[in-house]
Every structure is written in C-alpha cells, then in structure tokens.
C-alpha cells in the first residue's frame, strides 16, 4: 500500500495497520499492526498494538503505543505512553510522556513531565518540567528549571549542565510565591560545566563546578575550580 490514503476515526473500532498519509483519530481506535505514515494526530483515545513510525505525532488526548515509536516531530499535550523504545527526533512535551524503554532524539523541550524506564539520550535536553528517569539522562547541553516537585535520574552526563531553581509566579505577574518551587535528585552528575542548585546528590565531577544554594553534595571532584555557596553542603571536595 502506498502512502496515499488517510485513516481517519471519529467513532471507535479496530482498524489494520499498513502505510498511510494521515492518521487521524478522534474518537476511539485500536491499530492492530506496524503503522508507517506521514502524520500520526490523536485528539481522543488510541492504541497501537505494535509500532509507529511518523514524521509527526501530535497528542491532544491519550495514546498508548505497545512497540515502539519513531517521529521526526512529536508534540504532547496530552498523555502518550510507549511500551518499546521512543526514537523522537525533536520533541516537546506539555502534557505526560512515559517510555518503557530508552528515550532518543536531537532536542527536548519538557514543560509537562516525563517518566522514563531506560536511558534518555539527546543532544539538547531542557526542562522546566519535572522527570523520573530510572537510567542515564545525557546530553552536551542539558538545562533544567526545577519549577515543581522532584526531578530525579540514576545519573546525569552532559557536557554543559545547568540546574536552577524555579518559581510558581502569581498569573499575570512577577511576584513569585516559592523560591524552593523544585528538587532534583541523583546518584551522579558529571560533565564538563556544572552549575547546581536545590540538587542533593552522591557524587558530581566536573572540569568546572559550581555547587549553588539548597544543594547536599556527598562528594565532589573537579579537575579546575570549584566554587559553592556558604549554604550549600557538600561533604568531600577532592581536585583531580
């Protein structure tokens, strides 16, 4: 089948799989084999039972893929829930995205939140979300805005990884209303810049270290300088 015809559901039921232009589903449907097509769009409920491959997904409702899926473009702003590993090239997620496997691509952008199984693997990883990552979360550029909750991970590398703090903001205004807004937690962080804050960690390394307030660092080694702030708390300090 060439990819020349559209599948569009506004009711429920199973449809097959196969190549198609467009994929459209606003009611209830269930895909019952590999699917190949150019956009993969989900306004109501979809299930995929095996793979997905897409240029683009886009997800306003609730998707659950039980193979893995592949998207040039991908963009959440409901829930999508992928059973094998998630190859998004680019990705931006407002609403929720959980992978059972790894998680790759070239660029993130997390305002919702992630959960992830395996590693995640990307060029450019920013969150001013939150994240739970059973494995390695890497990148060269990683920046993260702790604006809500606990962020945690088994081990960050970067190149450049940057963590702040963030604050919930009265609506239409500068004023915030928590400076402590978000916390990050894990096992260790190592890259070639790092600059913490609200972070609590065993161990970072880095090349240059900064270690800002509300951080419990257990250890760190650094290769050039080290800098911290008189309230953070790090226990060992070791140059290289």
Request: charged share 25%; glycine share 12%; aromatic share 6%.
């Amino acid at each position: 089948m060439e990819k020349s015809s559209n599948l569009i559901i506004n009711g429920s039921g199973s449809y097959p799989g196969g190549q198609y232009r467009k994929i459209s589903i606003r009611g209830e449907g269930t895909i019952v084999n590999n699917v190949d097509c150019s956009s993969f769009h989900v306004y109501g409920t979809s299930e995929a039972c095996e793979n997905v491959k897409t240029r683009s997904a886009k997800i306003l409702g609730e998707a659950e893929v039980k193979g893995s899926m592949e998207a040039e473009e991908a963009l959440v702003m409901g829930t999508m829930t992928v059973g094998g590993k998630a190859h998004l090239k680019k990705m931006k997620i407002f609403g929720l995205l959980e992978a059972d496997d790894r998680l790759v691509g070239e660029s993130a952008v997390i305002k919702g939140s992630i959960s992830v199984k395996g590693d995640v693997e990307y060029e450019k990883f920013d969150s001013s979300g939150g994240f739970e990552i059973k494995g390695l979360l890497s990148a060269d550029t990683i920046k993260i805005i702790l604006s809500f909750g606990e962020s945690t991970a088994e081990e960050i590398g970067g190149g450049k990884i940057s963590v702040k703090r963030g604050s919930w903001f009265i609506p239409f205004t500068n004023i915030p209303l928590s400076k402590r807004a978000g916390f990050l937690d894990a096992k260790v962080i190592e890259g070639d810049e790092v600059y913490l804050e609200n972070t609590k960690a065993a161990v970072v390394r880095g090349n240059s270290v900064k270690i800002g307030p509300g951080c419990e660092i257990g250890l760190v080694e650094y290769r050039e300088d080290l800098i911290h702030d008189p309230s953070a708390t790090i226990k060992t300090k070791t140059k290289v």
